[in-house]
């Protein structure tokens, strides 16, 4: 029902910890690794998917690097070239440092299937912040505020602002694989402005409406000091 597309890049060290979690979780969920990486980076990514073949659904794409210093342009760029590669009906976008979880993408799966119009789903997410070494090293934690109230707000401005007041980065979310794909060819577009692509496909689905939300926690994610506003 659903393929995780996980972008990557240089980081095969963070495929090899992906790759440990699904075989942990036992998922039903498929794995895309799509990686733009340079070489001996590449070869090294390659080599742990194709160790775990036979033990996950996960496959494994070779990207052309963008040559791009805005990373959020490389990961739409990544992820449109690969949709080609999803068969699920269903797709979520992951950093190569976050981790979704198993139940609560089922619960959102199941929530999608019950209304065939609904152009996103989510859950809750935790943020970590991880600073410092040795004794100096400290993580902290950050509930984030979604699912929010104006996700379901139905004015679909009054849903753009209030989701910019509280931005937090990438908006993830489980997305039928149609919508996905419409939505990144029309956002395609933009190219010239690369630094808005993850805003733009989160400004996207907020403005379309039909989101829905569960509960659950479905999401943590790798927060970065800059976007880490506060902890809970």
């Known amino acids: 029902m659903l393929t995780i597309v996980i972008p990557t890049r240089n980081r095969p060290k963070l495929i090899q910890t992906q790759l ?10 498929k794995l895309l690794i799509v990686d733009a990486s340079d070489e001996p980076f590449a070869n090294e990514g390659n080599a742990a998917v194709q160790n775990m073949v036979n033990h996950l659904p996960v496959q494994y794409e070779r990207a052309i690097p963008v040559n791009s210093p805005w990373v959020s342009y490389r990961t739409f760029t990544q992820t449109r070239e690969a949709l080609y590669r999803v068969d699920t009906p269903y797709v979520a976008v992951s950093g190569d440092d976050d981790f979704f979880v198993p139940n609560g993408l089922t619960k959102i799966i199941n929530m999608l299937e019950s209304s065939h119009d609904a152009i996103l789903g ?3 997410s935790i943020g970590v912040l991880s600073t410092g070494i040795g ?9 984030t505020p979604f699912p929010q109230q104006e996700l ?8 753009v602002i209030r989701q910019l007041a509280h931005f937090r980065g990438s908006y993830f979310g489980v997305m039928p694989r149609m919508a996905l794909e419409n939505a990144l060819n ?3 577009e933009y190219e010239s402005n690369p630094v808005y692509m993850e ?5 996207f689905c907020l403005a379309q409406g039909n989101i829905r939300r569960c509960n659950d926690l479905f999401l943590v994610r ?11």
């Open 122 to 124: 989510v859950g809750r």
């Open 152 to 159: 379901i707000d139905g004015n679909p401005f009054r849903r």
């Open 20 to 29: 440990k979690y699904w075989a942990a979780a036992n998922p039903k969920q």
């Open 222 to 232: 790798h927060i970065h000091e800059r976007s880490f506003s506060r902890t809970r």
């Open 186 to 188: 029309l956002l395609a």
């Open 199 to 203: 805003v733009a496909l989160s400004l």
């Open 135 to 143: 004794e100096s090293a400290k993580v902290e934690f950050e509930l």
